[in-house]
């Protein structure tokens, strides 16, 4: 007989390989809770409170991670391994306490703990604050491969910034999104462990001496300027299950100095704290915009400053060794998350040439072998520069050395490529506009040994246009690392159901090695592993409408068709193409009432960079929309839209599990990769996609018949920009299409104001919608018809689904970890 979910229910929170749990240390959990209840937080722990139970508990997970860090960083050195850097400005963690106890194998004492003081672990975890100390799929990128080196037990280092106010909070009001500042921080966080001692001076500005050592050589010494102080804060990554913890090193900026001494004698007691509050701005807030560069001196000293700290840290462990500096880039590797570390590649220059005083052919080398970028965007208008007067005056010794770099870069590549004259200025690091600009990617791919894109197409992409000079240059370097995403994460924590369902008829392997899951294809044919699935699946749905009812006061049918994309907001992700959708449905249900149809629940979530005002105006326009629809009781039973505001990495666990249809739509050759996609797929949802990023393979690995691929391909929407795309013509052709876009532009959503989407009109017109909204409308809208009518026979259905959960095990980021480790890396295991 099938089991009933229930009982599935039940086991929520237990282990699911209980015997693998490394042993439990003397002390039970909840004792040690207890304890730093009152010793560490001074606290009367008698009838402690949820609250106190919360932070009690992490002191008490913490010092377990603790324990295995501290014997692991005496075991990198007696072993001599090889580190791993991972450098990157931005890191989405997601809460930890649940993630930590799973990874532990700590659930149970946490469980018992908490019954007896009368909490269940879902109301503990209620009160934790999630930081968001990144945007969107870069930083939670970052996230799921700290967690694969973990489980990998990699000698490896996150480094980053401990912004003191993360990604706003998203508020919607009256329909539009209203930015509220997200003090993370506010009454401490005792996952970071904060390091007072020992640290760093980073210089910005002042001036650079040079002179002439005793056998006649030009020395450089930077000097002057403004001293800020880099404080780490350490926060512990364990791997699953493995007793290895690895930890990710936040920088906090501190004053150099507490006053400023003339000023503050001179009765200036305002001006002398005023500088002390303007150094600790450096690491007080993350720059809001995703694929996006922001052209910001502030960013450009968030940068410098948490690269310069991090290769302190790098020599300093390395100088312990006592080996010559050759052997730098044998014993450490260095990865750029995108090009906002890369000035890491001069910073090291600077360190080895200057201060080391290594020659810079020896320095050269080392860097050449040390360093290795990731590029993660093709946007043009992402590609990070910075102006050369602005570099020039921040980090006047880098400038130069950057000149250095480009002036041998640029001879060998006059000499190898005689005939070509103007390869040159298109390699430059400099780039040749009347206000000179240095190019980011430019300077990270002449420093680094690898450069690797995200997806096959995105490779593609980078080889034959983006960087095609360079893929002349240099072809070695250039490699594809797919992305992938933890399943412990994305399947194990947020979906518990289906983890026990996979479990119970797979083993519990499948939570290190993902592949496992391709045997689930063989009992996609049982009718009683389908009921089961579907049990699951509507498990989650029922609790993502619990939320939508509580949050937006929508009630949502758990039997509809849970169609959702979430991600940032961005023209060329396309929530445009999804809402035009949305009103063709409105207009066709309006028009003929009397053909049944498939409920279906629409379900938006993302933010927009605060000054990106296009991306407001679509969620204005979805909220919109949503007002009108789901009020209309002529439609309401067919169709809801909803806007979840704040959409983060929790919200992402809450919805993933329950959706059926997940939206991956941005036009071809834009989405470099995309990890959302393979989230969704892995918990059972189809995808409807462009043939875009991961999308592609996505589709080679579950199938054709279980994907809905639809619209341009890259190669067309290339052709069709070349020949001269008029989205007039598609407009005049296309009846429903127009109806559609007369309506944005009138007042029929904003009762009384005709001209609120008069700029989404005019982008999508005579704009000459860049993006191919209108170009790919047709072939999305027959899509979704598909997808309809195949919904409803629920056998066919919950086979896909099951087949899509079956080919994801691919999208592990213990896969795309290890090829790094493979093809980059060469750095080994060390449990
Ligand atoms: C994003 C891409 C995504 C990709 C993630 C992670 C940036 C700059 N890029 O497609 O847009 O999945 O990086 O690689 O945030």
């Not at 996150?158 to 997200?182: A, C, K, M, T, W």
């Not at 806007?643 to 983060?648: I, V």
Request: contains cysteine; aromatic residues 10%; charged residues 25%.
């Amino acid at each position: 007989m099938s089991k009933d979910v229930k009982d599935y229910l039940h086991l929520l929170d237990k282990p699911l390989d209980e015997s693998s749990a490394p042993e439990a240390r003397n002390s039970a959990l909840g004792e040690d809770a207890l304890w730093h209840i009152l010793y560490s937080l001074g606290r009367d722990n008698t009838h402690p409170s949820k609250h106190k139970c919360y932070w009690g508990l992490v002191l008490a997970v913490r010092d377990r991670m603790l324990e295995k860090w501290a014997t692991l960083q005496r075991q990198y050195y007696t072993n001599d391994d090889k580190r791993l850097y991972y450098l990157s400005l931005e890191f989405l963690p997601g809460k930890f306490l649940r993630s930590n106890l799973l990874a532990l194998g700590l659930e149970n004492e946490a469980h018992e703990f908490l019954r007896e003081q009368g909490f269940s672990l879902d109301e503990i975890i209620d009160q934790e604050c999630e930081p968001g100390l990144g945007n969107g799929g870069l930083g939670r990128l970052a996230s799921c491969y700290m967690d694969s080196m973990a489980t990998l037990g990699l000698p490896a280092y996150g480094y980053g910034i401990r912004y003191s106010y993360g990604l706003f909070r998203q508020e919607i009001r009256n329909g539009h999104q209203v930015e509220q500042p997200d003090n993370w921080l506010h009454e401490g966080n005792h996952w970071l462990i904060p390091r007072p001692y020992g640290q760093y001076p980073i210089r910005f500005y002042g001036k650079v001496h040079e002179w002439l050592d005793d056998d006649g050589i030009l020395r450089h010494d930077w000097r002057g300027g403004d001293l800020v102080m880099a404080m780490a804060n350490d926060v512990f990554v364990p791997g699953y299950r493995n007793g290895h913890v690895n930890c990710i090193r936040l920088w906090e900026a501190r004053p150099h100095k507490e006053f400023v001494l003339s000023s503050f004698n001179a009765g200036d007691y305002i001006g002398s704290v005023q500088e002390k509050i303007s150094d600790e701005n450096i690491s007080m807030v993350l720059y809001p915009s995703d694929d996006a560069p922001e052209g910001k001196t502030l960013r450009l000293k968030q940068q410098y400053f948490f690269v310069a700290a991090t290769m302190r840290d790098l020599i300093r462990r390395f100088k312990k060794l006592n080996k010559p500096w050759d052997q730098l880039s044998e014993k450490n590797v260095v990865q750029l998350n995108e090009t906002h570390p890369a000035i890491a590649i001069p910073e090291l220059m600077r360190v080895l040439v200057d201060e080391e005083l290594l020659g810079w052919e020896e320095a050269w080398c080392i860097c050449q072998k040390l360093f290795a970028y990731t590029n993660h965007t093709i946007l043009p208008e992402a590609l990070e520069t910075w102006t050369v007067s602005l570099m020039e005056k921040l980090l006047p010794r880098h400038m130069q050395i950057i000149y250095e770099i480009n002036r041998r870069f640029l001879e060998g590549v006059r000499l190898h490529f005689r005939d070509e004259p103007e390869l040159p200025s298109r390699v430059s690091l400099i780039s040749d506009d009347p206000e000179p600009k240095v190019r980011m990617s430019h300077l990270a791919i002449v420093g680094s040994f690898s450069i690797n894109g995200v997806s096959a197409l995105h490779t593609q992409i980078l080889r034959d246009r983006v960087f095609h000079d360079f893929i002349r240059i240099f072809p070695e370097r250039f490699n594809n690392k797919t992305n992938g995403v933890t399943p412990r994460r994305w399947l194990r924590q947020c979906n518990v159901s289906l983890s026990w369902l996979l479990s119970e008829h797979l083993g519990c392997g499948w939570v290190t090695d993902l592949n496992q899951v391709e045997h689930l294809r063989e009992l996609a044919d049982v009718d009683e592993f389908r009921h089961d699935w579907e049990q699951c699946r509507l498990t989650n749905k029922k609790r993502l409408a619990d939320y939508i009812e509580k949050m937006n006061g929508i009630t949502v049918n758990p039997h509809s068709i849970f169609d959702v994309q979430v991600k940032r907001f961005h023209e060329y992700k396309r929530q445009l193409l999804n809402i035009l959708h949305v009103i063709t449905l409105y207009n066709s249900i309006r028009k003929n009432p009397e053909v049944k149809m498939q409920p279906r629940t629409f379900i938006f979530g993302g933010k927009a960079a605060p000054s990106y005002w296009m991306a407001k105006d679509i969620i204005y326009l979805i909220n919109a929309v949503a007002r009108r629809i789901n009020s209309d009781p002529n439609t309401r039973n067919f169709l809801k839209v909803v806007f979840l505001a704040n959409y983060n990495v929790s919200l992402a666990q809450l919805l993933v599990p329950a959706t059926d249809v997940s939206e991956q739509i941005s036009t071809a050759g834009y989405e470099a990769s995309g990890t959302g996609n393979m989230k969704f797929a892995l918990n059972g949802a189809l995808t409807i996609g462009t043939r875009d990023g991961a999308n592609i393979e996505i589709g080679e690995r579950v199938g054709d018949p279980n994907i809905y691929l639809f619209g341009l391909c890259e190669q067309e929407v290339l052709d069709m920009k070349k020949r001269g795309y008029d989205p007039w013509d598609i407009y005049k052709n296309d009846s429903e299409l127009r109806e559609v876009l007369d309506m944005i532009n009138s007042d029929q959503f904003t009762p009384g104001n005709p001209t609120a989407f008069s700029g989404i009109f005019n982008s999508l017109l005579s704009g000459g919608d860049r993006f191919m909204v209108l170009a790919d409308y047709r072939a999305y809208v027959e899509t979704h018809k598909r997808i309809a009518h195949e919904y409803v026979d629920r056998d066919l259905w919950i086979k896909k689904s099951i087949m899509n959960t079956a080919g994801m095990g691919f999208f592990s980021s213990d896969r795309a970890v290890q090829e790094y480790i493979d093809g980059i890396w060469h750095v080994k295991p060390d449990v």
